[in-house]
């Protein structure tokens, strides 16, 4: 391997010879890492999802682009890497150079070029030297609420749970979304009338580490905090609020975390959680602090979300499990235990919908959660991945036996084991498989990119990896009406609307 570190705000690297592929690198958790080939990908729809999914500031970028670093791929295999070693920089891939862009002036970047492995062996001990790498702790394995009851949870129901799973080797049982008030507003809602508290008692009683969900960088409007604090969020250089996607049916606002009051709430916030008895804090959409946007102290974007970042951490010690999701990657680094590092799994492989109509791979999908995933397991070295649940019984989802197995190697590969399955879907057999693979480490080879050995059987991922083709001529006009519908507030209300009620059945089954 050949390389060397420079310094520049807008560094050109000639690519000596024809490249075959590019390697992006999403923005946050949830964005897509893939390699692709060269032609340029369509723009992921809807656009009213851009600052939820994806780096907004490059979305609308035709060359192959990624957020701190990219590559090329050349016929033996061999890559070549331009990777920033600070945050706001972004790499495309320009005529015959990769091109180093910069949000704040010069930084420091490693070019390499040899066997990929080699090169980001490298990169990541150059990047753990600059951000640090949490404590190690062990791999937790985890019940998660949300992809069975989604926001359909209550006190009685996880209370139950608990009991389920006490005998099933389990650390943690997270609580997920549904528990909240509102996004903003993190007191508990009339389905937790006993609070919080008594929750992570009944879970701790079991013998297990209470885990809870918070997205604390992101309020809707209808929430208290937004209307009693207009000024701790984040606006644009025109004054208006600058608008951090949209979910749960309504429009979402990012806290500026260069606010001196701000850092004082989301200190109380962690002391809180903690004061409840969770050590398990799993902090979603974290890339909301992180848009651009006019900011109390001008710090540059990526840095006042870490800024905010690193007080949470504090506040909630190094003895709690932090858990970092829909997080922008670089900038997390060395502040959190565990990054999420793909988007949602759902109980399908993928849906045609949103992976044609919408060519968007940062939706829930089991295809788009390994695929981005799979790109990102050279961060290992830095931060323990989460590559989202794994489903054990074949109630509760769409998929097939071998698709199952996939997402399961996936998660030993991680060493991060977590499920949502409900105790009562299980058969005997699926129960018995569930304790074997939570109870025993997998031995894990790399063979190549996308093949594995575990526990000696040979596993390859390889059918994760293909996007959808895009669409061409008529189709293409068909697509861009679906993409102007999807784009209206109704559209994904109507969707909210419709997985809130399926997430409504599947309670109403627990309780027969
Ligand atoms: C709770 C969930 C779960 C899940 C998180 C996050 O619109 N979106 O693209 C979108 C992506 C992910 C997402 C929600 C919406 O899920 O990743 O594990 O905690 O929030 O709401």
Same mark, same amino acid.
């Given at each position: 391997?050949?390389?060397?570190?420079?310094?520049?705000?807008? !560094?050109?690297?000639?690519? %000596?010879?024809?490249?075959?592929?590019?390697?992006?690198?999403?923005?946050?958790?949830?964005?897509?890492?893939?390699?692709?080939?060269?032609?340029?990908?369509?723009?992921?729809?809807?656009?009213?999802?851009?600052?939820?999914?994806?780096?907004?500031?490059?979305?609308?970028?035709?060359?192959?682009?990624?957020?701190?670093?990219?590559?090329?791929?050349?016929?033996?295999?061999?890559?070549?890497?331009?990777?920033?070693?600070?945050?706001?920089?972004?790499?495309?891939?320009?005529?015959?150079?990769?091109?180093?862009?910069?949000?704040?002036? $010069?930084?420091?970047?490693? #070019?390499?070029?040899?066997?990929?492995?080699? #090169?980001? +062996?490298?990169?990541?001990?150059?990047?753990?030297?600059?951000?640090?790498? &949490? !404590?190690?702790?062990? !791999? %937790? @394995?985890?019940?998660?609420?949300?992809?069975?009851?989604?926001?359909?949870?209550?006190?009685?129901?996880?209370?139950?749970?608990?009991?389920?799973?006490?005998?099933?080797?389990?650390?943690?049982?997270?609580?997920?979304?549904?528990?909240?008030?509102?996004?903003?507003?993190?007191?508990?809602?009339?389905?937790?009338?006993?609070?919080?508290?008594?929750?992570?008692?009944?879970?701790?009683?079991?013998?297990?580490?209470?885990?809870?969900?918070?997205?604390?960088?992101?309020?809707?409007?209808?929430?208290?905090?937004?209307?009693?604090?207009?000024?701790?969020?984040?606006?644009?250089?025109?004054?208006?609020?600058?608008?951090?996607?949209?979910?749960?049916?309504?429009?979402?606002?990012?806290?500026?975390?260069?606010?001196?009051?701000?850092?004082?709430?989301?200190?109380?916030?962690?002391?809180?959680?903690?004061?409840?008895?969770? +050590?398990?804090?799993?902090?979603?959409?974290?890339? &909301?602090?992180?848009?651009?946007?006019?900011?109390?102290?001008?710090?540059?974007?990526?840095? $006042?979300?870490?800024?905010?970042?690193?007080?949470? @951490?504090?506040?909630?010690? +190094?003895?709690?499990?932090?858990?970092?999701?829909?997080?922008?990657?670089?900038?997390?680094?060395?502040?959190?235990?565990?990054?999420?590092?793909?988007? +949602?799994?759902?109980?399908?492989?993928?849906?045609?919908?949103?992976?044609?109509?919408?060519?968007?791979?940062?939706?829930?999908?089991?295809?788009?959660?390994? @695929?981005?995933?799979?790109?990102?397991?050279?961060?290992?070295?830095?931060?323990?991945?989460?590559?989202?649940?794994?489903?054990?019984?074949?109630?509760?989802?769409?998929?097939?036996?071998?698709?199952?197995?996939?997402?399961?190697?996936?998660?030993?590969?991680?060493?991060?084991? &977590?499920?949502?399955?409900?105790?009562?879907?299980?058969?005997?057999?699926?129960?018995?498989?569930?304790?074997?693979?939570?109870?025993?480490?997998?031995?894990?080879?790399?063979?190549? @990119?996308?093949?594995?050995?575990?526990?000696?059987?040979?596993?390859?991922?390889?059918?994760?990896?293909?996007?959808?083709?895009?669409?061409?001529?008529?189709?293409?006009?068909?697509?861009?009406?679906?993409?102007?519908?999807?784009?209206?507030?109704?559209?994904?209300?109507?969707?909210?609307?419709?997985?809130?009620?399926?997430?409504?059945?599947?309670?109403?089954?627990?309780?027969?």
């Amino acid at each position: 391997m050949e390389y060397q570190i420079i310094r520049s705000a807008h !560094p050109f690297v000639k690519i %000596p010879k024809t490249a075959q592929r590019y390697l992006v690198h999403g923005w946050q958790s949830w964005s897509l890492a893939s390699w692709i080939d060269l032609s340029p990908l369509p723009i992921p729809c809807p656009q009213i999802l851009h600052p939820l999914q994806y780096d907004p500031v490059y979305i609308q970028e035709q060359k192959p682009h990624g957020s701190w670093y990219g590559a090329v791929e050349f016929d033996d295999g061999n890559i070549l890497l331009l990777g920033a070693l600070g945050l706001e920089t972004h790499v495309r891939m320009n005529g015959e150079y990769l091109e180093g862009l910069s949000e704040a002036g $010069a930084n420091d970047w490693l #070019v390499a070029e040899g066997v990929e492995r080699d #090169v980001f +062996d490298l990169y990541s001990q150059l990047l753990i030297h600059r951000f640090g790498s &949490a !404590p190690r702790k062990k !791999p %937790p @394995r985890v019940w998660c609420s949300w992809y069975s009851l989604y926001t359909a949870i209550d006190e009685k129901i996880l209370n139950q749970i608990c009991r389920q799973v006490q005998e099933l080797p389990f650390d943690v049982i997270q609580v997920d979304d549904g528990w909240q008030q509102k996004v903003g507003d993190w007191q508990p809602n009339p389905k937790f009338p006993s609070g919080m508290k008594s929750l992570a008692k009944t879970i701790c009683a079991q013998g297990k580490q209470a885990g809870l969900w918070l997205a604390p960088l992101l309020a809707v409007k209808s929430s208290q905090l937004f209307r009693k604090h207009p000024d701790w969020f984040l606006k644009d250089q025109q004054g208006r609020f600058v608008v951090a996607g949209f979910n749960w049916g309504e429009q979402l606002f990012a806290l500026d975390t260069t606010h001196p009051q701000v850092l004082e709430w989301l200190q109380s916030l962690m002391q809180m959680v903690r004061e409840w008895g969770f +050590d398990y804090v799993k902090l979603d959409f974290l890339y &909301a602090a992180a848009l651009p946007g006019k900011r109390f102290q001008d710090l540059p974007r990526e840095t $006042a979300y870490r800024q905010g970042l690193k007080v949470m @951490r504090q506040s909630l010690g +190094d003895d709690a499990y932090l858990l970092a999701c829909g997080a922008p990657i670089f900038p997390s680094l060395g502040l959190c235990d565990a990054l999420r590092v793909g988007p +949602d799994v759902s109980g399908e492989w993928e849906n045609n919908r949103d992976a044609v109509l919408l060519a968007n791979p940062a939706i829930p999908a089991v295809r788009n959660a390994i @695929r981005t995933t799979l790109h990102r397991l050279w961060l290992e070295t830095i931060v323990q991945i989460d590559p989202d649940v794994v489903y054990f019984t074949s109630q509760g989802n769409h998929l097939t036996n071998e698709q199952r197995q996939l997402l399961q190697d996936l998660a030993q590969i991680c060493h991060f084991r &977590a499920t949502s399955d409900l105790p009562h879907w299980f058969t005997e057999k699926e129960l018995t498989s569930l304790k074997q693979y939570l109870e025993k480490e997998a031995d894990v080879q790399w063979v190549d @990119r996308y093949t594995f050995r575990v526990d000696g059987r040979v596993v390859d991922f390889s059918s994760a990896i293909p996007l959808a083709q895009p669409l061409t001529g008529i189709k293409e006009l068909g697509r861009n009406l679906f993409c102007w519908l999807a784009n209206h507030p109704w559209a994904l209300k109507l969707i909210d609307w419709q997985s809130k009620r399926a997430a409504e059945r599947t309670r109403r089954s627990l309780g027969e």
